[in-house]
């Protein structure tokens, strides 16, 4: 796969909408603008923001028949919203946007569909990202790390070479993942953690060093 840490929509299959008016959907209208992308309209299940201009000046809309025809871009804050609205509305595999907010230093040698990497992200060498998954500001990721679908990296979370995160994954803020640690499927990292061994699928972690104190039983 070749380098593709820039901004990948270039608007060949019609205008970019965002899926999710609230606080991240404000931030992806932002990071849209940055790398030079108009969103035509920002969809929302919340009757309570349709017709408003709570989206800056993009109108939010009612999810209706030609949503799942349209090129939509995720932008909730957690992975089961994210697999959640990709399921409810048949998006998967549909095309959709990649933005890499212009600051971002490194390169990604892969990148999937629906990707989000905010402000100020740095990544060491060999990166790969897969669909859907959110790197947000600040974020640190080692060289040889694979992230997958659905993640989530909140602000400030770093994480050493050759990490693996798996799909559906969230890392806490300001989070330290030592290298060649595996975060499993839809696992959760809190805030702060220091993370020196290997989470399980579905296994909540805090502290320093981090310790297991949820397991979920759906993965
Ligand atoms: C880890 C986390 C998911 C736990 O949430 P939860 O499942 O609702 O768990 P609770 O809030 O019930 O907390 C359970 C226990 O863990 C402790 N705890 C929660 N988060 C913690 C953290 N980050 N570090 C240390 N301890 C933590 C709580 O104090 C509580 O301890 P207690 O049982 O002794 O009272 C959440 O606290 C967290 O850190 N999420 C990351 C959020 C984040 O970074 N968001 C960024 C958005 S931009």
């Known amino acids: 796969m070749g380098v593709t840490w820039h901004n990948e929509f270039r608007g060949e299959r019609g205008p970019l909408y965002l899926y999710g008016a609230g606080g991240q959907g404000r931030d992806v209208l932002w990071l849209a603008g ?44 957690t992975p089961r919203a994210m697999r959640a609205i990709v399921d409810k509305y048949a998006l998967r595999d549909r095309p959709t946007a990649t933005l890499v907010h212009p600051s971002v230093q490194g390169r990604l040698v892969g990148v999937g569909a629906g990707v989000v990497v ?55 803020s ?23 061994k290997d989470v399980p699928d579905g296994a909540t972690v805090v502290g320093v060093p981090a310790r297991v104190i949820k397991q979920a039983e759906e993965k």
């Not at 969103?39 to 923001?49: C, I, L, M, N, T």
């Not at 400030?156 to 990490?163: E, I, K, M, Y």
């Not at 595996?182 to 020196?196: D, F, L, N, Q, R």
């Open 34 to 77: 940055d790398c030079g992308v108009k969103v035509a309209g920002v969809y929302d299940d919340d009757s309570a923001k349709w017709g408003g201009l709570r989206a800056g000046d993009v109108p939010v809309l009612r999810p209706d028949a030609y949503l799942n025809t349209r090129c939509v871009l995720l932008a909730v804050g």
């Open 174 to 196: 300001n989070a330290t993942v030592l290298p060649g640690v595996c975060v499993g499927a839809w696992a959760v990292v809190g805030a702060g953690a220091v993370v020196t």
């Open 118 to 172: 905010q402000a100020g992200v740095v990544l060491g060498a060999d990166v790969v990202i897969d669909g859907y998954a959110l790197v947000n500001y600040g974020a640190l990721l080692g060289h040889d790390t694979k992230v997958g679908r659905f993640v989530a990296i909140y602000p400030g979370a770093s994480l050493g070479g050759f990490c693996v995160v798996k799909e559906g994954a969230a890392i806490g």
